[in-house]
């Protein structure tokens, strides 16, 4: 054990990037490094998130605190959030987080003055600071884009008024889901596919395209030309088995070698919009870099053994 | 000649019948299974009509246009007994619009007022009456017209209501919910539903064995001036009679031949000559000879002997006898007797004893009293009738006493008007009284029930549904008998088989099926006259000896024997054709016993009955161009039924009827077809996906659970002012849904969410059915909830004029800090937080409140003394005020009323469930990124120990998992009617797992998932997908109690008991044998003293009694031996030392014997 590196040099091939959705494979690594980069990206990741809503007039049939949550869960952009300090240890302002360097103030102000319903959305969140304001999803998803497509926050009827103060503070994924800049983050073991080619060979047409069709998502297809059974695309393989097991019934058992490959993944990233996909990913490398820094720093320090506790004596070899 | 001509029809007819079985066989491998009409369609079309709750409607209904007016019209004339042509005369009764009359001005209700302000929604009832007025020469007869006598509770949406027949918009301006079914009465402020009440039929001959295993016919009888029971029981081989009014039971043969049966063979005849029935009859009458009994009058002084000596009994007021008039009014009084001719009431008993014999020779003619044919159902309109006609004979008695005293006197004032005085007050009250305590004591029928109305459950909408459809037991609880507890078959398709408690009223406590309609009262005497025109030969013209001629049957309409019919199934058929063509009412009943040779014909209310469709020789009379004219809205249900299409049936009919389940399974005999299976179950079993998949009693769990489920309550939930109110933040609608939940409205009004759910174990903290929750879907709002509370504060004067103030809040000072949320008014303001202990009304009240009057405004702020209210919630929370309403109450108090929120997120012990009965509680929260995942991202809300599943059997709930997650996939909401596979209710297992396999999925519903702490992938596949999760209304912080030190109770000084006294907990017996077994004397020692009741007494040596001791010369004192020498200081339990001085105090004295410790 002792001594023994096991630095690795994991490489990054990106398939695709927008805005809110990236698409990369993360090869020679393991697991571990894997997980560790879809968890930061999850709870670690700092955005802007509304934390305090003070309400001045509220009149709608949504309550006080059903107002707040919803507030809170709306995605703010974000791209200042790194560099943001957190409330609680912001010195400009004693940690009561209203200062420009830890918090951004918004203001809502809707009456419905008319007998049609009057729809509340994020989009009347009004920002005192331009580069942290609700996540405008119109343009980027195409559709509807003339009308103002905000989250909705609440409906006004006539008569009815919502009047409030919001303060927007930086936060992280793990103390609440709001600050998550992260909607979908996942990853799979890239499968290896092996065809046994001549015991294919030995099956009918028909026997192949059935064989095929076991398999709930397009793995396999069979080229019209040669009707060979050719892979078509190994990832939209959700080792269900269900190829394997097909191949047994049928007689032909390792018709199909299929192998997940331990070092590589294709990670999937979707953000909420509060930053870009690609930037959540860059933010959550950096972030698990200060974290093995924090452990590092502290390694022979003695309040190490009280902030890391075992961890820092294990990591000291003891 | 007559004969011959059937028997020619008949062959005919069979020759055509076999005609048309071959025809069918036939065709059959032509046009294979013909497309059986869809006749879903109908059940909305039915609901629509019939709402949720009609039973109680109807039967309100009833009561009030047909009902009040015969009581009104059986008691109407008060007659001056002192002058009996002074009288007054109703001549008409009617129930008024809901209003309320305050100072004078009469100002219309509408139920929501009615709930916020505390008040009953009642309707004025009015007379017309016709009276004498006038002094004592000159009398003239004067009529009035809407003279009030009372304030009649009116039940919501019923025929008086303002809600009748109102549409969504008038309803939501009114401030109610649409979807609210109404059923229930407004009083005081709260909703109070009267339960149905289940019983025995009434005025029917039921055979049954007593305790001592005798067989016994009994009748209760039920007319509108008597009720009574007669029971003729066999003992010992002889047949007698009991009946209450008599000391002793009776020789049968005594009563006959005091009915004027004077001859034994008559009798004989008219039980029938067989001499099986003989020889069971000469016991009976050689009992009667040997008593000397050969004629009336001998019968007659015998039966005077055993009447009971009542205490005002006057022998005056009767010429022919008491036996004669028992006999008359009270034995069987359900056969009339007109003109003193006792033979209908002779031919009844032969009837009864008939099928008594009957009963003896051939055990299987014993009724079962289980039967659900053999009960009737009592509704509120029957209830609220019984009660109204004692108080209206009460008031009528009233007004008559005190009338009588006035025109008693000598010298009364010329103008009397008899109209003044008719009392309005003991109606209005007896009504409101009886319906806010339910207990209905009503003293001329004997009777005295208790918990007849309850508050509605507010606690989910499918709760309050439920609460109306619930059928009180007539047998207590307490009863350890599996009889009435049996699922009953004729129960099919009436009443629920699923819905029950568990416990003590299982099964005793039911509920109505989804279609069951409850019927009502039917005018009786066109039907008989029908009966006679079709060919009944009457009663008064057939001999004994007719009456059981051999295919003749009796025909018995409402328990009473009209006569007999040659023909009875061409009788029954003629009935039935008329009931189909709506000539007589749809839900006349007519039943062709074939065992007991009767024909039953029953128009009473309190039937349970239901719609099926008609079949003609198994082909059904609804073709697929009705279904279409209805889906086209030309054609409604009232037509179905009025072409003769659809038929209603009650439980005796039912036996008479071959009904299929589908229109596939009919044969040629098959006379009806069943609408839908599912509607078989009530509301609350019709929650449940595929419950025909569960392990039976999982179903009757959700049953019970679904109706603590938080969500929505009603459209105007917000608008209420419940005493306890839980509302879910985001409701959803399921996503495997089921007709039923459509129809009653579960989509709009739901409780609960949908739940992506991984079966799989993790972390250990989801052992014995905990679930393993998602932070960050709590965080999104999953499961998230709001509490509301009610407060109130009434402002009270006093008999002194005095009354309560409320002042503006102190600013500075002491109490300021637990007043900032006040306003300054002095009433906490809405929207202010509230924290426990805070002020929410400054109250003050007046230190003197009684003697003479004082003057309220003059009186010095010294005359006061602050009564504030503290707000006691959940320890360390915020709570907010939602809402404060004022009202003024019925004594014209200022009434406050505060509506404090509290929203709340799911935490470790929360109870959640599933619709399948599979409760749990969440066992511990984590991080999303630690939750598992599947490569498509999907992260579970909740992880579900898979040892939920085998013991429990509940296949529905993976079913609803597959059926979820497809539906999910697809966008289409699948559905999981019970039994509705082959009609297409439900989404076969086979058909969503294409769906699934179509979007990529394992058709098992397994996904391939990853671990989220290591990030490597789980040795299974994990079954994961959507299920509908409900939140229970259980939640730990309405639960979770401990104490340091805090109040004791004044006697013993131990600590209280029980969380809402912050109360200790208690070290029982059988921990106390815990800790004696293991030898932890010292423990036991602090529980049971050191911690609980430590006091220290002095205890004097020699005389072993306690002294006392004396703080001045600081020495104990023995008060007996009266010096302080021999005082030792022990500690004893306080509630030791209280036995002691309580044994002393009974003369037995307690002495300690002290030894060195």
Same mark, same amino acid.
């Given at each position: 054990m002792e001594g023994v590196s096991y630095q690795r040099f994991p490489k990054i091939k990106i398939r695709e990037v927008k805005d809110d959705y990236a698409k990369f494979e993360l090869r020679e690594t393991d697991a571990s490094m894997a997980n560790a980069l879809r968890r930061v990206m999850i709870a670690e990741v700092p955005t802007v998130a509304i934390d305090l809503v003070e309400i001045e007039v509220n009149s709608s049939v949504l309550n006080d605190e059903f107002i707040a949550h919803r507030l809170g869960l709306i995605p703010l952009t974000s791209e200042r959030a790194m560099a943001m300090r957190f409330s609680r240890d912001c010195d400009a302002c004693d940690g009561d987080g209203q200062c420009e360097f830890c918090s951004v103030e918004f203001h809502l102000r809707a009456k419905c003055m008319t007998d049609e319903t009057l729809d509340v959305t994020s989009k009347d969140l009004i920002s005192s600071d331009h580069t942290v304001v609700p996540v405008d999803f119109s343009d980027s998803s195409g559709y509807d884009s003339a009308d103002k497509k905000g989250i909705i926050i609440v409906k006004l009827r006539r008569g009815q008024e919502l009047r409030l103060r919001a303060i927007a503070r930086k936060g992280i994924g793990k103390d609440h889901a709001k600050w998550s800049p992260a909607a979908t983050v996942t990853f799979m073991y890239e499968p290896e596919i092996h065809i046994n080619e001549d015991l294919m060979e030995s099956l009918t047409l028909e026997e192949k395209t059935s064989w095929v069709e076991s398999s709930p998502t397009k793995v396999f297809d069979i080229d019209a030309s040669s009707q060979q059974v050719v892979?078509? =695309?190994?990832?939209?393989?959700?080792? =269900?088995?269900e190829v394997l097991k097909k191949a047994e019934a049928m007689g032909k058992p390792g018709l199909v070698e299929i192998y997940a490959k331990e070092d590589s993944f294709i990670f999937t990233v979707e953000s909420t919009g509060a930053i870009k996909a690609s930037q959540l990913v860059l933010n959550a490398i950096d972030v698990l870099k200060q974290k093995l820094d924090a452990v590092r720093l502290s390694e022979d320090t003695v309040e190490a053994d009280d902030q890391f506790g075992e961890l820092g004596a294990h990591m000291r070899g003891g | 000649m007559r004969f011959k001509e059937e028997s020619v029809e008949e062959k005919l007819d069979h020759i055509k019948r076999k005609q048309e079985e071959m025809s069918i066989h036939k065709h059959f491998p032509a046009d294979p299974v013909k497309q059986a009409v869809d006749k879903f369609p109908l059940l909305p079309e039915f609901l629509k009509v019939r709402g949720l709750v009609k039973q109680h409607l109807d039967s309100f209904n009833y009561f009030v246009k047909t009902d009040i007016k015969k009581i009104v019209r059986a008691n109407d004339r008060i007659v001056s007994?002192?002058?009996?042509?002074i009288y007054l005369r109703f001549k008409d009764v009617r129930i008024g619009e809901p209003s309320i009359t305050v100072d004078g001005i009469s100002e219309k209700l509408n139920p929501h007022t009615c709930r916020l302000s505390d008040m009953t929604y009642a309707a004025p009832i009015l007379v017309n009456i016709e009276y004498i007025t006038g002094s004592h020469v000159q009398k003239t007869r004067v009529e009035k017209n809407d003279v009030v006598i009372g304030r009649m509770p009116i039940m919501l949406r019923s025929c008086c209501c303002v809600l009748y027949k109102k549409d969504e918009a008038e309803l939501a301006r009114l401030g109610e919910c649409p979807l609210d079914p109404g059923g229930y009465f407004v009083v005081k402020g709260t909703e109070k539903v009267i339960l149905i009440q289940e019983q025995l039929s009434k005025n029917r001959i039921i055979i049954d064995t007593d305790k001592k295993g005798n067989i016994n016919a009994s009748v209760t009888s039920s007319t509108e001036s008597t009720k009574s029971k007669t029971v003729i029981v066999m003992e010992k081989e002889k047949i007698w009679l009991q009946l209450n009014q008599f000391t002793s039971k009776i020789p049968i043969m005594i009563v006959m031949k005091a009915m004027g049966m004077e001859s034994d063979q008559e009798v004989v005849q008219m039980v029938g000559r067989n001499p099986r029935y003989s020889a069971l009859l000469l016991p009976s009458m050689e009992e009667c000879a040997s008593h000397g009994i050969y004629t009336q009058q001998q019968a007659l002084e015998f039966l005077e002997r055993k009447v009971k000596k009542l205490p005002f009994y006057n022998p005056s007021l009767e010429k022919e006898g008491r036996g004669m008039a028992i006999l008359r009014d009270?034995?069987?009084?359900?056969?009339p007797v007109r003109q003193n001719n006792f033979r209908p009431k002779c031919l009844y008993v032969a009837v009864m004893l008939r099928r008594m014999m009957d009963a003896i020779l051939n055990k299987d003619a014993m009724d079962d009293k289980d039967y659900v044919g053999n009960k009737r159902l009592e509704l509120s309109g029957q209830l609220i009738s019984l009660l109204f006609e004692d108080l209206f004979k009460t008031m009528i008695s009233e007004v008559k006493k005190t009338i009588d005293a006035i025109l008693a006197k000598p010298s009364r004032s010329s103008r009397f008007d008899f109209s003044q005085f008719i009392v309005r007050d003991s109606i209005t009250v007896g009504l409101e009284r009886t319906l806010s305590?339910?207990?209905?004591?009503v003293k001329r029928f004997r009777m005295h029930r208790k918990g007849m109305s309850q508050v509605v459950a507010r606690l989910s909408y499918i709760g309050s549904l439920g609460h109306m459809t619930k059928i009180s037991p007539q047998f207590e609880k307490s009863r350890k008998v599996s009889g009435p507890r049996a699922l009953q078959p004729s129960q099919w398709g009436m009443l629920c088989p699923c819905d029950t408690p568990e416990g003590e009223a299982c099964g005793l406590v039911k509920n109505l099926a989804l279609m069951t309609h409850v019927t009502t009262d039917e005018e009786e005497s066109p039907l008989i006259s029908l009966c006679y025109s079709l060919g009944v030969e009457d009663l008064e013209l057939l001999s004994g000896e007719e009456?059981?001629?051999?295919n003749s049957f009796l025909i018995i309409f409402n328990g009473l024997i009209l006569g007999k019919h040659r023909r009875p199934q061409r009788f029954a058929n003629a009935l039935r054709k008329l009931r189909r063509a709506g000539k007589i009412g749809e839900f006349v009943s007519v039943f062709v016993n074939e065992k007991q040779h009767c024909v039953y014909i029953a128009s009473d209310g309190g039937r349970v009955c239901r719609p099926v469709v008609i079949a003609d020789k198994g082909k059904s009379r609804i073709k697929e161009h009705h279904m279409k004219e209805l889906i086209d809205g030309v054609r409604t249900f009232d037509d179905f039924l009025r072409d003769g299409l659809i038929e209603y049936l009650d439980v005796n009919e039912e036996n008479n009827a071959l009904i299929a389940l589908y229109e596939a399974d009919a044969k040629p005999e098959t006379t009806h077809i069943e609408i839908?299976?599912?509607?078989?179950?009530?509301v609350c079993a019709g929650l449940i996906p595929f419950p025909h998949h569960n392990q039976s009693p999982r179903n009757t769990y959700q049953c019970a659970m679904g109706k603590q489920a938080m969500g929505n309550i009603a459209y105007n939930q917000l608008c209420r002012m419940d005493s306890l109110l839980y509302l879910l933040v985001y409701p959803q609608r399921p996503l495997l849904t089921t007709r039923t939940i459509e129809l009653v409205g579960y989509d709009k009004l739901g409780a609960g969410q949908n739940a992506t759910v991984a079966v799989m174990s993790y972390s250990g903290y989801d052992i014995e059915d905990a679930i393993v929750m998602n932070k960050s879907s709590l965080d999104r709002g999953f499961g998230r909830c709001i509490v509301m509370k009610k407060f109130s504060a009434v402002n009270q004067r006093y008999e002194n004029n005095a009354s309560d103030r409320i002042v503006r809040p102190l600013k500075v000072g002491h109490d300021a800090e637990r007043m900032q949320i006040l306003d300054d008014d002095g009433l906490a303001a809405p929207g202010e937080i509230i924290k426990p202990n805070d002020i929410y009304i400054n109250k003050e009240s007046p230190i003197i409140t009684k003697g003479p009057l004082i003057s309220p405004v003059g009186l010095p702020d010294s005359a006061y003394k602050p009564s504030r209210q503290t707000f006691k919630g959940p320890e360390g929370e915020a709570s907010v005020v939602d809402r404060v309403a004022l009202c003024s109450d019925k004594n014209s108090n200022l009434c406050i009323k505060f509506l404090i929120r509290h929203t709340r997120r799911p935490e470790v012990g929360d109870k959640f469930s599933s619709r399948h009965g599979q409760k749990g509680v969440c066992g511990t929260i984590i991080q999303q990124e630690d939750f598992p995942f599947s490569e498509r991202g999907i992260c579970p809300d909740l992880i579900m120990n898979p040892h939920g599943f085998p013991s429990r059997m509940t296949v529905g709930k993976m079913i609803e998992l597959l059926g979820g997650k497809a539906g999910v996939s697809c966008g289409r909401f699948h559905y999981g009617s019970a039994f509705g596979e082959p009609s297409g209710h439900a989404d076969k297992v086979e058909t969503i797992s294409k769906t699934l396999v179509k979007h990529g999925f394992s058709y098992s519903g397994k996904d391939f998932i990853y671990s989220g702490i290591t990030g490597c992938p789980l040795q299974a596949y994990i079954f994961m997908g959507p299920i509908y999760y409900q939140k229970l209304k259980h939640m730990v912080l309405d639960k979770m109690h401990a104490r340091g030190s805090g109040p004791r109770v004044m006697l013993t000084r131990q600590p209280t008991e029980g969380r809402a006294r912050n109360g200790g907990l208690r070290v029982g017996e059988m921990e106390r044998d815990c800790l004696i077994a293991y030898g932890a004397s010292m423990l036991i020692f602090e529980r049971l003293m050191v911690s609980s009741d430590p006091f220290e007494v002095q205890v004097c040596r020699v005389c072993g009694l306690l002294g006392y001791y004396n703080h001045k010369l600081k020495i104990g004192i023995c008060s007996t031996c009266k010096n302080g020498d021999n005082i030792s200081t022990m500690k004893l339990p306080y509630a030791c030392k209280l036995l002691f001085q309580e044994l002393q105090a009974m003369n037995v004295v307690p002495r300690l014997k002290l030894t060195e410790a």
């Open positions: 892979v078509a =695309d190994a990832e939209a393989y959700t080792y =269900d088995d | 007994s002192v002058d009996p042509s009270t034995f069987i009084a359900n056969v305590t339910g207990n209905w004591d009456l059981h001629t051999p839908e299976p599912f509607t078989i179950l009530g």
